[in-house]
């Protein structure tokens, strides 16, 4: 796979998606000490760049598949796009959902007209009802992240990313950070910045850091995903294909804690007037530290998505609500 | 005046603002009953329409003007437009707010370099406060809305809006609703609006409806704002550039109550993932009462800033969000 993908997929998502804006904010700049383009996939359907590889997958599904029905395993957000995408293909969905999916989530799913099970805390255990559903039914399995179309898909963020820079400066990125829980998002990142120089980073949460440690391993490692904010960044594995890609890709991985995220998704609020989810925030709260290699000037910020718990969104407000007005 | 000074405002201000985005929510849409076009002027520098108004007219004072410096006296979103026109065009600016301005918009006229005087609780104590410091020094009064430039340079957030729909659907909006404090950015869209079939509403806090009141009248009426969240929206009275436009151009009035304000604030956190103050979700409380006259398919709902105090944000989102969870 390479960039080609990526734009053949960007052709088929042409008017199915929203071509989401890339925000700036000075306020956020001066902190990061670089220019912050920040691309809102958290005013993407559904809340979340997710959007952009089930709509792409399910459309690329023959009249048989299609017939059989669509089956996912997500903690919200790849549910809430497969849900979308069945619905808008006619397709009966059945999703499986994490015991601990944000109550938000879920009810998003049931209102595009899915059918949920609840399956167990981690991305192996409603893997593994996933399959056993699909033995049992035929359905086709819509993987979150491990698959091709997937990652061509939500590739076409970054792409847009790009575009949206080239246009407004005549040049390229020089870093990218993006949030990894599977590595659909990063895969495309990596394959839409074929031919730059961006250097490309991912973030992930201390603990959850499967990517980070994967990489350091030179091969995929499993991980017991740590207690964190970011609910959309707790993968058992990342996946084969995005190991693959970032292998060969990346020029490095940060983590960070629950205090840079609040932090981070608060600063975002306040400043730049966009609400993300802990996830969302992920990439921006390594941007705030300065401390990117080489100084980059323009860094790119994925933005991935915006859905929450509204009483989680005030309880950090009230947090450091107050701090960042002092900022 | 008419809309060509809208389109000169609008050349002159190219590469000085930002061409804010117009956001689309399904779920808000289907609340309404109608296509929600949502102009998000909380993503403008300083984080309001004002920064429109403010640069174009500062752009256009002369170099002897500039050399006296300017002064304005506002609520907040004006003052932090003036501050930051006057920071970029190297001019010094004196800045008359009220006792209890939001401290989050104080903060940040402090932070673009204005001197900050405070000056009674009402739009008239700070008017009569920055008249007198005029008549010392012959510093140029910056007027918050009745002044050609200021509604000129507001009326260009309408014309953004109207060439995204126009794009996107081959069609004017069928109705717009704006938030009216002292009638700049209404007498600007009204302005943009001409030669379209748009019909045009006013929104004000109830105890606040200066514009209602005085096109009932006939003629400006004063009022003594009462208590409202809509810090933004308290003016005495509208100005009388901006009621002669509006009594030749509106075609209608609404006003909204706080727990209205609130609702639609967490509305669009929620749903639509962006932060507005509650004077910026004004128009979205009438639009999502779902009943403007004619059944309008197509609605222009102006979200003029996002400037509010993290604590208040917090709050509502406790008080509204779970509601809206369930919604």
């Known amino acids: 796979m390479d960039r080609d993908a990526v734009e053949a997929a960007a052709e088929r998502l042409r008017g199915q998606i929203r071509r989401t804006p890339?925000?700036?904010?000075?306020?956020?700049?001066?902190?990061?000490g670089a220019e912050l383009w920040l691309k809102a996939e958290n005013l993407q359907h559904v809340g979340a760049f997710k959007a952009r590889g089930a709509l792409y997958t399910l459309g690329r599904l023959s009249e048989a598949e299609r017939g059989r029905g669509v089956i996912t395993y997500s903690?919200?957000?790849?549910?809430?796009?497969?849900?979308?995408?069945?619905?808008?293909?006619?397709?009966?969905?059945?999703?499986?959902?994490?015991e601990d999916a944000p109550a938000v989530k879920v009810a998003a799913v049931r209102a595009l007209g899915a059918r949920i099970h609840v399956a167990g805390t981690t991305s192996s255990h409603r893997r593994q009802a996933a399959l056993d559903h699909h033995a049992r039914t035929g359905a086709v399995i819509i993987e979150p992240?491990?698959?091709?179309?997937?990652?061509?898909?939500?590739?076409?963020?970054?792409?847009?990313?790009?575009?949206?820079?080239?246009v407004a400066t005549g040049h390229d990125l020089d870093a990218l950070l993006v949030p990894v829980g599977g590595g659909g998002l990063i895969a495309g990142a990596c394959l839409a910045c074929e031919g730059t120089d961006t250097k490309i980073y991912s973030v992930e949460p201390v603990g959850c850091d499967a990517m980070?440690?994967?990489?350091?391993?030179?091969?995929?490692?499993?991980?017991?995903?740590?207690?964190?904010?970011?609910?959309?960044?707790?993968?058992?594995?990342?996946?084969?294909?995005?190991?693959?890609?970032?292998?060969?890709?990346?020029?490095?991985?940060?983590?960070?804690?629950?205090?840079?995220?609040?932090?981070?998704?608060?600063?975002?609020?306040?400043?730049?007037?966009?609400?993300?989810?802990?996830?969302?925030?992920?990439?921006?709260?390594?941007?705030?530290?300065?401390?990117?290699?080489?100084?980059?000037?323009?860094?790119?910020?994925?933005?991935?998505?915006?859905?929450?718990?509204?009483?989680?969104?005030?309880?950090?407000?009230?947090?450091y609500g107050p701090g960042e007005v002092e900022a």
């Open 22 to 32: 890339t925000l700036r904010c000075e306020a956020l700049d001066r902190r990061a």
């Open 75 to 98: 903690s919200g957000n790849h549910a809430q796009a497969v849900a979308l995408a069945a619905r808008r293909h006619g397709v009966e969905a059945d999703i499986f959902m994490p």
């Open 145 to 166: 992240f491990d698959h091709d179309d997937i990652i061509a898909g939500q590739g076409t963020a970054t792409l847009e990313l790009l575009d949206d820079v080239a």
């Open 212 to 319: 980070a440690r994967s990489l350091a391993a030179g091969e995929r490692v499993a991980v017991e995903p740590g207690p964190t904010l970011a609910d959309g960044l707790k993968p058992t594995q990342v996946g084969v294909k995005n190991f693959a890609i970032a292998a060969t890709h990346l020029a490095g991985s940060f983590t960070v804690d629950d205090d840079e995220l609040g932090r981070a998704l608060v600063a975002l609020a306040v400043r730049a007037k966009v609400v993300v989810e802990p996830s969302g925030a992920a990439a921006l709260a390594v941007a705030l530290r300065g401390a990117l290699p080489g100084r980059p000037k323009r860094v790119g910020v994925l933005l991935s998505g915006g859905n929450l718990a509204p009483t989680l969104l005030a309880e950090l407000l009230t947090r």
